[in-house]
């Protein structure tokens, strides 16, 4: 089977002290797992690999070596890089969303219940969308500062997801191709 190439997204290291995951280090626990072309874009949990895996065992298998090797869970998202090209190719808030930095994508391990999805309360200070595994958010005010930003997604959706700008998204795209 031929590799795919892939984008890993981790949710919540490198945040102050706590779950510290040396990028240098990652890279070589992961080509040492049998991935190639192992690069990582920041330090916020950005893996670009190639590997045989399927979505689900490489985010399985990356998990695993992230406990192993540095002592603590986290959770995976993996999309293919032609799942993220298509995320920016088919951007909901291209018109409106006029700061990358203010414009996020919340990339689901799955899509969320469309129950759950027909009863989010309208947008306030802001935009958003759920189209299949992403939530888009855009967030005039910045982060801070529009109150969308401060709702619990994770609960109001029943998915835990894994949030970067739209510059960052828009980076991962052109190094995964």
Same mark, same amino acid.
């Given at each position: ?6 984008v890993?997204?981790l949710? /919540?290291i490198?945040?102050?002290?706590a779950r510290q995951?040396?990028?240098p280090?990652l890279r070589?626990?992961?080509?040492g797992?049998?991935h190639?072309?192992?690069r ?6 950005n893996v670009l $690999? ?7 065992? $490489?985010a ?14 986290v ?6 890089a032609a ?12 018109s409106?969303?006029?700061?990358p930095?203010?414009y996020?994508?919340?990339f689901?391990p799955?899509p969320?219940?469309p129950?759950?999805v ?7 200070g802001?935009?958003?969308?759920v189209r /299949? ?6 967030l ?12 619990k997604?994770?609960? $109001?959706?029943?998915?835990p997801g894994t ?8 980076k991962?795209?052109?190094?995964a191709?």
């Open positions: 089977m031929a590799d795919t190439r892939y890993v997204l949710r /919540g490198n945040l102050g002290k995951v040396a990028m280090r070589e626990v992961l080509t797992r049998g190639e072309a192992v990582t874009h920041l330090r916020s949990g $690999l190639d590997s045989p895996l399927d979505e689900g065992a $490489l399985a298998d990356v998990r695993a070596a992230i406990e192993r090797e540095f002592g603590f869970e959770p995976v998202v993996v999309r293919t799942e993220v090209a298509a995320v920016v190719a088919g951007d909901p808030f291209e409106l969303a006029t700061d930095a203010r996020l994508v919340t689901l799955e969320p219940p129950d759950k027909d009863a989010l309360p309208a947008a306030d802001g935009d958003y969308l /299949g595994r992403e939530l888009y958010l855009w005039p005010d910045g982060i801070q500062n529009t109150p969308l930003a401060a709702w997604w994770d609960r $109001l959706l029943g998915v949030a970067r700008n739209w510059n960052t998204v828009t991962l795209a052109e190094l191709r």
